[in-house]
């Protein structure tokens, strides 16, 4: 049981470069969450999925796009990043209004 | 904005003592929980406590909750050098089940 798991663990991006982070769980869990921590900070949520299918701001989501591709995985999108977007992203996925499962996180870096 | 916030900042203490941290939050929640965080890796789920409860137990865990406060403690005994990490409380949004929110943490370090 792996429960959630994330790629790339590292990524090193050029100011304007895109990527796509990945993340599925194996829990059959209805909601999965983006979140993005930087330094002395506690996670602040980019976007989440209540269902497959619907996706939701929170509160940074400038900057970004998700998928919800099926009920296992939720993508991050940067289309064009930016220094301000280097942190670290973790996603999660919960029942609602219960216990979250992180995965191990992606550490960005956009030069 | 963030729902909770974590206090202190930071807190340093030796082996076999305790360490309480607090949250504060703004607004009506239907639980709050507290996770644990190793240095850069994920978040680990430690305790839930829903909104009619005033007090609950994990091992050498104990969390408080005071609605009336909107505020929260979390009790380690006999903390260990392994209790080391960074502890953060969460709770969703009002009528909202999918959006939860984090403090900023407490950093706890315990020295051997």
């Known amino acids: 049981n792996a429960g959630v798991t994330q790629t790339p663990k590292f990524q090193v991006l050029k100011t304007g470069q895109s990527m796509t982070l990945q993340c599925a769980q194996d829990?059959?869990?209805?909601?999965m969450y983006w979140y993005r921590q930087d330094p002395g900070m506690g996670l602040r949520l980019i976007y989440y999925?209540?269902?497959?299918?619907?996706?939701d701001k929170g509160e940074v989501p400038n900057g970004y796009n998700v998928s919800r591709l099926n009920k296992r995985e939720f993508s991050l999108r940067l289309e064009s990043a930016a220094p301000s977007q280097t942190s670290v992203y973790f996603c999660?996925?919960?029942?609602?209004?219960?216990?979250?499962?992180f995965g191990q996180g992606t550490r960005l870096t956009v030069v | 904005s963030q729902q909770g916030e974590e206090d202190p900042q930071a807190l340093s203490i030796q082996e076999g003592e305790n360490a309480t941290m607090n949250c504060s939050y703004k607004?009506?929640?239907?639980?709050l929980q507290w996770y644990r965080q190793n240095s850069g890796r994920g978040l680990v789920h430690l305790i839930l406590?829903?909104?009619?409860?005033r007090e609950k137990h994990s091992g050498r865990l104990r969390v408080t909750l005071d609605t009336s406060k909107k505020s929260s403690s979390l009790l380690i005994t006999a903390s260990r050098a392994a209790d080391t990490a960074s502890y953060f409380c969460?709770?969703?949004?009002?009528?909202?089940?999918?959006?939860?929110?984090f403090g900023a943490g407490t950093r706890l370090t315990v020295k051997p």
């Open positions: 999660a996925s919960s029942e609602a209004r219960g216990e979250a499962f």
């Open positions: 829990m059959n869990h209805n909601s």
């Open positions: 406590i829903r909104s009619n409860e």
């Open positions: 607004t009506s929640i239907n639980n």
């Open positions: 969460a709770t969703y949004r009002p009528y909202n089940n999918n959006d939860m929110r």
């Open positions: 999925s209540a269902s497959e299918g619907t996706t």
